[in-house]
Every structure is written in C-alpha cells, then in structure tokens.
C-alpha cells in the first residue's frame, strides 16, 4: 500500500529540492501518493498567509509531511512556519542526526551522534514581556514582593518554563529512538548547576526515565562542558537529549562538525504527526539555478522512510547517497575542496547519480 504524504515544496531553492528528493524516494521502490501543499513567501503574496489551513489540514490527515525551508515574509507579523507546525501539531522532538560521512571536510570524521531536542518549552516557548511595558512593570514588582529578587529596571524580560510532562517525553523519545536504532547510550544536557528549579527539574525526570531502560547507558553532562567535549572527544557521544534553546544551539554545532548545514537532516516529530526537513534555510538567492547541496533534504527522507518503518528502502538510499559522497564527483560546488571547481554538478545531477548507486545495488 502507498504511503500518503503531505509533499510542500515552500519558496525560493524548495520546489527543486524537492523535487530531486521525491525522485530519490520513488528510485526506493517504495510507492507513494503525494499531497502537494502551499508554504512560504509565495503563497503569502498571493493569500496573506504563508501556511494556508488547507495545507495544515493535509499533513493532520496522512501524519507525515515532507517540507522544504520557507522564507517568513519580513514584516508580517508571522513569527514562522515552523513554530506554527510545532504548536498546532505538537511536534514536540527535533530530531536531528549529526554524521560525518567519508569524503566529507570535516575536522571530526568520527561524528556520528543523534540530538533530541524538546520542541515546546524553554525559553522558546515565546512567553516575554517587552522592556517597560505595563505587564514587564508588574511581573518585576511581583518577583520583589515575592522572594525580594531584584529585577533591574528598563528590562526586558522571558519565562523559562520546563515541566515534567514536557521532559518526560522528550528523553523518552531519545531513550526510544537509541532503543529502535541499535544506539547504545543518552546523555541529557542541562545545566542544573545554576538553574535548579528549570534544567534541574529536566535532570531529575531524565534520571528517572534512565531507570526504566537498563540496556541503554545513561549520563549527564552541563551543557557547556558538553560543548567542550563535542569538538574534543565526538567519538565519546551518541543520542543527545536536550531542553529547547540548548539543543537548537548544539545541533547547529553538531552540523558544523560534519561538514555544514548542507549536510544536516531534521525531523519534527510527535505522537501524531511527523514533518522531515532540512536544517538550512531557504536560500532565495539561488532560486531556479540548479547549484544549491540537496544532501540535507535527501537524508531527511532517509529519515521518512525509516519513520514508515521502510527499513530496507532507508538503507539503501543512505548507502547510495554515502557512496555518492565517497566518490566525490557529482557534487555541489559546496562539497568540492574548491568553490570554484569546474567539476561541481547541479542540484538535479545529485540526484542522478544517487539513483544511479541505488539501481547499482550499493551495499547497505
């Protein structure tokens, strides 16, 4: 049976992203119908809104989206498209694997770790209070009434809620995601050595949820000394779980130490509804030129088919798509050890020679 997918190609390089990626996927052998939905800059122009309800709608009716980066039109008032999908469809982990393939520039080829990020809470949850307004006025005059802290005046103010409910299911869905990939251990990052009541909170519920997955190893680790070690000991690390704004800071880190965004898939996931993208923007500048890296959106739909349990189908395609790499001739200008070099291919030549590995019958 076909697997239905909500296909949103969004704006600027997105619809030939896109579609070299649906290319690869069909190339799998898998079947799929493919729901295509407006997103970004272009549908905003034309209807004052950058997520149409239909398209919002099509993803809550098959459960899975592939989505290219969209551009939030400046000015607008619509935060993003992003925080949109998380709140309305509670898309609560950000799962975002980090590894360094052969062939790839890094100065840490031993990279290969997984972070989890909590999608909801934190400091992203989007609770401010703008510098002297009337509500920022009363929450400093509260805070002094209440335990005689200080809040220094003219300041601008954000709430950091982390609750039980929010980490329980996030480290749960790292445990399960080691658990369902053969990986062998989690580390929670915090730092509950200075906000004891927020990122301390985090570690006591992570400490539980360790107890009840004895095969898995469990540590803990302050967030910057984890920073540290990340580019001095990656080898050390595998499923990393972490609150809201940690994790979008580290999984930026960890993109940087396997080659850049370029080379970064993502999924946002939650117990409904999962949307796969790739971590970088939406580059409009490139728009229509056939030149950007689709690496990042090809390995995001190897983390598609993993998630419709197409196991065999996801192998395979990472396998061509790794084989690709090693080989080093069809290639983005991005990939080549010169921007210059004359040999750098297309977007859509990418995907030619992954197929081209797949139909080969590259090992898995």
């Known amino acids: ?19 070299a990626t649906r290319r690869l ?9 493919w729901d295509e939905q407006p997103a ?22 098959t ?73 920022a006025k009363d929450l400093i005059r509260f805070v002094k009434e209440l335990d ?5 005046e003219h300041s601008g103010i954000s709430i950091k809620p982390i609750s039980v409910f929010g980490s329980e299911r996030i480290v749960r869905s790292a445990f399960d995601y080691a658990k369902d990939n053969g990986r062998g251990k989690v580390t929670a ?52 779980v972490l609150p809201n704004l940690y994790g979008d800071i580290v999984s930026d880190l960890g993109a940087g130490m396997i080659g850049g965004l370029g080379m970064a898939p993502g999924g946002n996931i939650g117990d409904d509804c999962a949307v796969f993208e790739a971590t970088h923007g939406s580059a409009p500048k490139y728009k229509g030129m056939n030149k950007v890296n689709p690496m990042a959106l090809m390995l995001s739909g190897v983390m598609m088919l993993k998630h419709l349990r197409e196991h065999d189908a996801a192998g395979r395609l990472e396998s061509a798509i790794a084989a690709v790499i090693a080989e080093g001739k069809s290639l983005t200008y991005d990939m080549k050890p010169s921007r210059d070099d004359p040999t750098a291919v297309g977007t859509s030549d990418v995907a030619d020679a992954v197929i081209e590995k797949m139909k080969a019958g590259v090992a898995a």
């Not at 997918?5 to 579609?19: K, M, Q």
């Not at 996927?25 to 119908?33: C, M, R, W």
């Open 1 to 19: 049976m076909a697997h239905e997918v909500t296909l949103i190609p969004g704006d600027g390089t997105g619809p030939e992203l896109v579609e």
């Open 25 to 33: 996927l069909e190339a799998t052998g898998v079947e799929f119908t």
């Open 40 to 61: 970004g800059e272009d549908v905003y122009t034309e209807e004052g809104t950058p997520f149409p309800d239909r398209t919002m709608e099509s993803i809550k009716r």
């Open 63 to 135: 459960h899975v989206g592939m989505k290219r980066p969209t551009t939030t039109p400046v000015g607008s008032g619509f935060r993003s498209v992003n925080v949109l999908l998380r709140k309305e469809l509670d898309l609560y982990a950000c799962v975002r694997p980090c590894k360094a393939y052969e062939g790839v520039r890094t100065r840490f080829p031993e990279t290969d770790i997984v972070i989890v990020r909590e999608n909801t809470e934190d400091l992203y949850a989007g609770i401010e209070y703008e510098v002297d307004s009337d509500d």
């Open 148 to 152: 005689e802290s200080e809040i220094r």
């Open 189 to 240: 990052a915090h730092k509950a050595n200075i906000m004891k009541f927020s990122d301390g909170l985090f570690l006591e519920v992570a400490r539980k949820v360790a107890e009840q997955y004895p095969d898995i190893e469990f540590e803990d680790r302050i967030i910057d000394n984890l920073c540290n070690q990340l580019v001095s000991r990656p080898e050390e690390y595998d499923v990393v």
